[in-house]
């Protein structure tokens, strides 16, 4: 995974941010993930990609964010399996901006989401993952980027 790939996923943050919500969204410098891990909030989307590339995209929030979101969007029926779907569908078009960069061979799962303490143990990253801290209002959420060349697809 190079800059190029990387900037294709923060574009596509951007996108996916830029159609949610208003203007503010915020996308940081990424950085490698430190040796204590990922710091995984309330609700953590992952996608599991393969292909030319293969690894995970995690898009993790915390409860907060998700809800100002939905009750941006009229929403009053706000529950934890609302909040669940709505980050599925950011990881899920934050990995489908990025697909239609990389193309056909950049191949993606359906959304799966965790939520708890436990279940965010069960994630596992690649060798070099990388974190991108998003920043929308006094929210903080962050985009985490595990993958490498599928040296066995060439």
Known sequence: MDESDIQALIEGTVKCFSTLVDAGTEVLAPYLVPDEGVPLLDYTGVISVSGARVGSIYFTAPSALIR???????????????????????????????????????????????????????????????????????????????????????
């Open 68 to 154: 100002h979101i939905l009750v941006k969007h009229g929403r009053t029926d706000i529950n934890e399996q609302v909040m669940a779907d709505v980050v599925g569908e950011v990881a899920n078009t934050i990995s489908g901006n990025a697909r239609r960069v990389f193309g056909h061979e950049f191949e993606i799962s359906v959304p799966r989401v965790l939520t708890g303490k436990d279940e965010l143990k069960t994630l596992k990253l690649g060798q070099r993952a990388f974190i991108v801290p998003i920043a929308w209002r006094q929210y903080q959420a962050a985009l985490v980027v595990s993958l490498t060349e599928n040296l066995g697809s060439l």
